[in-house]
Each structure stands twice: as structure tokens, then as C-alpha cells.
């Protein structure tokens, strides 16, 4: 296998990789924009990994599917990055564990940011 990549298609996708790049200090590797200045397809480095943004087209494969959450696992002295992603990606999000101690981890959140992706960042 030559990669793996998490894709997500969100409505706003133009608005949606700003958002990304900020919040994860992450550089866009690649894209394709459709006549629209959307997305048809982008890929940022979120930390070494893959993150591809696409519009989320009416009536395409893209409306179908489960919920999913993406996970980012941090090491427990990047608390502090931790807290930079989750203020970053809390605006206009619905936040379903605020950012605080959980069961497994010293500091944990889970949220639905304002594109409708699900998110759980932890370090331990």
C-alpha cells in the first residue's frame, strides 16, 4: 500500500480547507477546484497523514454513508496542541465532550465541527 487517506465531503468545501489548514497547521499538498471555486478534490498533511476535502454534491455517492469520527492521538506533552486544535475546530462546532479528563486520557474532547465532521482529540 502507498498511503492511506481520510476523505471527507462537506458542504462549503472552499470555506472547509482554510478552516483544516488553520486548525491543524496543515499545508495543502494538492487540489482540484470545480467552476464554482469549490473542491473537487484536496489533500492536506495533517500531521503525516492524508486529509482529503471534497464538495459534497447533491446526489452523488458522497450524500450516502455512516457517521465516522476521526481520531488524533497525541502524545501527552503535546497538550498544548491538543488545546490549539480544539479551540480551532470548536467555532460553530457542537461539542458533545468538552476539551478535559476522561476515563482514558488526561485531556480529551469529542465535537462535530461546523462542516458535520466528528472529531475526538486526545493526548496520553
Known amino acids: 500500500m502507498k498511503r492511506s487517506m481520510f476523505q471527507v465531503y462537506v458542504r ?3 470555506g472547509a480547507v482554510p ?3 488553520k486548525a491543524f497547521d496543515a499545508p495543502l499538498l494538492d487540489s482540484y ?8 478534490h484536496s489533500e492536506l498533511d495533517v500531521y503525516g497523514q492524508i486529509l482529503a476535502v471534497s464538495e459534497a ?3 452523488t455517492a458522497a450524500e450516502t454513508g455512516s457517521v465516522m469520527q476521526f481520531c488524533l492521538h497525541f502524545e501527552e506533552r503535546d497538550e498544548a496542541l491538543v488545546r490549539k486544535i480544539y479551540d480551532a475546530l ?4 457542537q461539542v458533545h465532550f468538552p476539551l ?3 476515563d ?7 465535537l ?3 462542516f458535520g465532521v466528528r472529531w475526538c482529540l486526545f493526548a496520553c
Open 12 to 14: 462549503g468545501s472552499n
Open 19 to 21: 478552516f483544516y489548514q
Open 33 to 40: 477546484l470545480n467552476s464554482d471555486g469549490t473542491y473537487y
Open 57 to 59: 454534491m447533491p446526489g
Open 90 to 93: 470548536k467555532e460553530g462546532a
Open 100 to 102: 478535559g479528563p476522561c
Open 104 to 110: 482514558y486520557s488526561p485531556l480529551m474532547a469529542d
Open 112 to 114: 462535530t465541527d461546523r
